[in-house]
C-alpha cells in the first residue's frame, strides 16, 4: 500500500469514527435556582413544559402552577419521557432534586434538546417563598 493510499484509509476510518459517535443532538442543560426557576416559569421561552416528576400524592399537595406530571416510579416512565416532544424546552423538578437529576440525565440521552432542572426540587421552591398550587 502507498504512502497516500495509507493516508487515505486512516482518513476515511477517522471520518467514519467521527460520523457514528456524533450526529446527536447537544443538549442544554441547565441546573436553576429556585429563583432563576420562577424568572423561567413567569417569562417562558416557547412551548416551555412544567414537568412534574413526583408521585401523584406529592402532586396534589402542592405544585409549580402549570405542571404536567408524570410520575418517576411508573414502570413505563422513560416510555412516558421518549413519547414526549424533544424538540421543545422542559423544566424538570421533584421534591428534593434526586430523582429530577435521574430524570435529566434519562432526557439527556433519549435526546431531549433543551431542560431546566430544578435544583433542590419543590423544597427548594416553597422555601424561596414562591407560589405553588395545590388541589
Keep these: 500500500m502507498t504512502r497516500r493510499a495509507s493516508l487515505f484509509v486512516v ?3 477517522v471520518a467514519v469514527a467521527t460520523a457514528a459517535c456524533g450526529g446527536g443532538v447537544d443538549t442544554q442543560h441547565s441546573l436553576v435556582t429556585a429563583t432563576e426557576a420562577n424568572d423561567l416559569v413567569q417569562d417562558p421561552p416557547d412551548d416551555l ?4 416528576i413526583r408521585t401523584p400524592e406529592e402532586f396534589e399537595q402542592g ?3 402549570g405542571s404536567v406530571m408524570i410520575d418517576f416510579y411508573a414502570t413505563d416512565f ?3 419521557l421518549d413519547d414526549l416532544d424533544k424538540s421543545i424546552p ?3 423538578y421533584c ?3 434526586n430523582r429530577s437529576a435521574t430524570a435529566a440525565e434519562m432526557m439527556t440521552d433519549l435526546g431531549f434538546e433543551v431542560i431546566y432542572e430544578l435544583d433542590g426540587g419543590i423544597v427548594a ?3 424561596a ?3 405553588y398550587v395545590s388541589s
Aim: hydrophobic residues 50%; proline residues 4%.
Design 125 to 127: 421552591w416553597a422555601e
Design 49 to 52: 413544559v412544567i414537568l412534574d
Design 11 to 13: 482518513l476515511l476510518v
Design 90 to 92: 422542559y423544566f424538570v
Design 129 to 131: 417563598g414562591l407560589p
Design 95 to 97: 421534591r428534593s432534586g
Design 78 to 80: 422513560e416510555s412516558q
Design 63 to 65: 405544585r409549580i402552577e
